[in-house]
């Protein structure tokens, strides 16, 4: 017999693809960490641990573990692009401010997001939103 633990509380996973980032942003470990770590301390997360991987000559994968889950990136700084992941459990709000965050921080020109719900009754993951945005600024 399986048993599957139900009592939890829902989670939020977003999902999404920056595109024509800020390339010095992209690079190092020392540029990308920060914009991590700013983005978990701004949307009130808990740490347990974070690990990062300089590639050679450029790009970074990073992940900071989470009470509430995880937040990773991977960066191709010679394509202007990274792929960003947030997963917590509890209020959205966290999820979706430590996005926030790392789109101001990485300034994309087009945002590729898919926000899922997990851990909801019936164990099903449902997607809720999926959106590509095409982000102009006024000069």
């Not at 994968?61 to 009470?67: F, I, M, N, P």
């Not at 990274?82 to 996005?99: H, Q, R």
């Amino acid at each position: 017999m399986t048993v599957i633990n139900t009592n939890f509380h829902k989670g939020i996973h977003i999902l999404a693809d920056l595109w024509e980032c800020n390339p010095e942003k992209l690079s190092f470990i020392e540029e990308v960490k920060p914009v991590l770590k700013k983005a978990v301390f701004e949307s009130k997360l808990t740490v347990l641990k974070d690990y990062f991987f300089q590639f050679n000559p450029v790009g970074v994968t990073g992940v900071y573990v989470l009470s509430q889950s995880h937040i990773s990136i991977h960066t191709w700084p010679e394509k202007n692009f990274a792929s960003i992941d947030v997963f917590t459990c509890g209020p959205p709000e966290n999820a979706l401010k430590a996005f926030e965050v790392l789109c101001r921080e990485l300034e994309p020109k087009i945002i590729e997001k898919k926000m899922l719900e997990r851990m909801n009754e019936g164990n099903k993951i449902n997607s809720f939103e999926t959106e590509k945005v095409l982000i102009t600024k006024i000069k």
